[in-house]
């Protein structure tokens, strides 16, 4: 269950399925027994299915500003510290012991570009809070809190999951966990033929995203 909640807009809750594939990751939202909401990353390429507004939102992650492709599905699942580029700016930080655990100090590379971060561990070493900050300032990009640690079937994970935004916030509760069956590949979800489709440099298409997101910037 994900529920969101951006400014004055208020809270809403939507149950999901989160489904991922080495760099590949699928998202679908429901509103009650209404799918509302597709979201699929294939390696550079991102597709967003509004489905109450019929529209449909495609492009390529640009590399030259966010977190790039690679962190955006890492973010989406910050779970899984497993990727390489993860694993690697990890080892490389500084760390330091604090009350009830430890804090480690390093910069995640991305997209060719460096953003420091810094993660909180318990005593355990399970994640407790990650923030990461934009390049060359001190901006927090993102975010991220964990709950206690469960095991599920298909391995231990947070109880639950929050992303904090300067104007948002969302919570994913993790209910169930388990091994999906293999795919050959990934497929976006489609697009009406009457629905309204943006691409993702597009205007408009930014200034949803920005809604969606809960910020007025993603530089």
Same mark, same amino acid.
């Given at each position: 269950?994900?529920?969101?909640?951006?400014?004055?807009?208020?809270?809403?809750?939507?149950?999901?399925?989160?489904?991922?594939?080495?760099?590949?990751?699928?998202?679908?939202?429901?509103?009650?027994?209404?799918?509302?909401?597709?979201?699929?990353?294939?390696?550079?390429?991102?597709?967003?299915?509004?489905?109450?507004?019929?529209?449909?939102?495609?492009?390529?992650?640009?590399?030259?500003?966010?977190?790039?492709?690679?962190?955006?599905?890492?973010?989406?699942?910050?779970?899984?510290?497993?990727?390489?580029?993860?694993?690697?700016?990890?080892?490389?930080?500084?760390?330091?012991?604090?009350?009830?655990?430890?804090?480690?100090?390093?910069?995640?590379?991305?997209?060719?570009?460096?953003?420091?971060?810094?993660?909180?561990?318990?005593?355990?070493?399970?994640?407790?809070?990650?923030?990461? %900050?934009?390049?060359?300032?001190?901006?927090?990009?993102?975010?991220?809190?964990?709950?206690?640690?469960?095991?599920?079937?298909?391995? =231990?994970?947070?109880?639950?999951?929050?992303?904090?935004?300067?104007?948002?916030?969302?919570?994913?509760?993790?209910?169930? %966990?388990?091994?999906?069956?293999?795919?050959?590949?990934?497929?976006?979800? =489609?697009?009406?033929?009457?629905?309204?489709?943006?691409?993702?440099?597009?205007?408009?298409?930014?200034?949803?995203?920005?809604?969606?997101?809960?910020?007025?910037?993603?530089?």
């Amino acid at each position: 269950m994900l529920s969101v909640d951006i400014g004055s807009r208020g809270r809403s809750g939507l149950n999901t399925r989160w489904a991922s594939d080495g760099d590949s990751l699928a998202i679908v939202a429901y509103a009650g027994p209404v799918r509302a909401f597709d979201a699929t990353v294939l390696e550079d390429s991102v597709y967003i299915a509004l489905r109450p507004y019929d529209l449909w939102l495609e492009g390529l992650v640009p590399s030259a500003e966010g977190f790039g492709s690679d962190g955006l599905v890492f973010v989406a699942r910050p779970w899984d510290f497993s990727p390489s580029w993860v694993r690697s700016a990890i080892e490389r930080a500084r760390v330091e012991p604090v009350e009830g655990g430890y804090r480690l100090d390093g910069e995640f590379s991305s997209a060719g570009k460096g953003h420091p971060f810094t993660l909180e561990l318990n005593s355990d070493a399970e994640p407790v809070r990650l923030r990461i %900050q934009h390049r060359n300032d001190e901006r927090t990009l993102v975010t991220v809190r964990y709950g206690p640690v469960r095991r599920f079937e298909y391995g =231990r994970v947070p109880r639950w999951i929050e992303w904090s935004r300067p104007s948002a916030r969302m919570r994913l509760e993790i209910e169930e %966990q388990s091994r999906g069956k293999p795919l050959s590949r990934w497929i976006p979800p =489609r697009a009406g033929d009457d629905w309204t489709i943006l691409t993702l440099e597009d205007p408009l298409a930014r200034d949803i995203l920005e809604r969606i997101l809960g910020s007025e910037e993603l530089r």
